[in-house]
T-cell receptor
Framework: ELKVEQNPLFLSMQEGKNYTIYCNYS?????LYWYRQDPGKSLESLFV?????AVKQEGRLMASLDTKARLSTLHITAAVHDLSATYFC????????FGAGTTVTVRA | KAGVTQTPRYLIKTRGQQVTLSCSPI?????VSWYQQTPGQGLQFLFE???????NKGNFPGRFSGRQFSNSRSEMNVSTLELGDSALYLC????????????FGSGTRLTVV
């Protein structure tokens, strides 16, 4: 069974600083997704990573995928309050298997 | 381009009742999958339908069932509701084996009392 582990589970960020969320998974897969969820809301797609070495950036967020290490990272640059949310990574075998989520709080 | 539409948004049901949730995927998407989200268990896969056929099923009891229609719209049904079925139910649509990602609907918040 595919296991997806995210860490940290909780991240208190100071505005303006940089942080990284890690996503490890247990079985070979070349497709990984990052989602954002605001409280009480659905999942918003952030990144689709389809190959080893894939790197995608959108605003202050950058995601990368290393399929050999079975590791993806979500890097946050110069955190701002709007980034407060829960971030999930998900890996595909025949279904999306999600990590537990990283709850991010940005403080002034 | 319309997104994934889930109805209803909120439901309150009594234990023992049954419920049907609906999901209309993005136009042209033939794959619909369902997920249950709870604070304790996180996001768990229920099942996936493609071209009216169930392709995969998660580890849920038989009270949870679904179907997909020829227009790709999908329904899931939960019979004999239990308190533990209270959750946010999300459906996702995708095309081409998810190579362009999975787009989620707004979800149905089910509360069983």
């Amino acid at each position: 069974e595919l296991k997806v582990e995210q860490n940290p589970l909780f991240l208190s960020m100071q505005e303006g600083k940089n942080y990284t969320i890690y996503c490890n998974y247990s079985t070979t897969s070349d497709r990984l997704y990052w989602y954002r969820q605001d409280p009480g809301k659905s999942l918003e797609s952030l990144f689709v990573l389809l190959s080893n070495g894939a790197v995608k950036q959108e605003g202050r967020l950058m995601a990368s995928l290393d399929t050999k290490a079975r590791l993806s990272t979500l890097h946050i640059t110069a955190a701002v309050h709007d980034l407060s949310a829960t971030y999930f990574c998900a890996v595909v075998l025949y279904k999306l298997s999600f990590g537990a989520g990283t709850t991010v709080t940005v403080r002034a | 381009k319309a997104g994934v539409t889930q109805t209803p948004r909120y439901l309150i049901k009594t234990r023992g009742q049954q419920v049907t949730l609906s999901c209309s995927p993005i136009s042209g998407h033939r794959s619909v999958s369902w997920y249950q989200q709870t604070p304790g268990q996180g996001l768990q896969f229920l099942f996936e339908y493609f071209s009216e056929t169930q392709r995969n099923k998660g580890n849920f009891p038989g009270r949870f069932s679904g179907r997909q229609f020829s227009n790709s719209r999908s329904e899931m049904n939960v019979s004999t509701l239990e308190l533990g079925d209270s959750a946010l139910y999300l459906c996702a649509s995708s095309s081409k084996q998810g190579n362009y990602g999975y787009t989620f609907g707004s979800g149905t918040r089910l509360t069983v009392v």
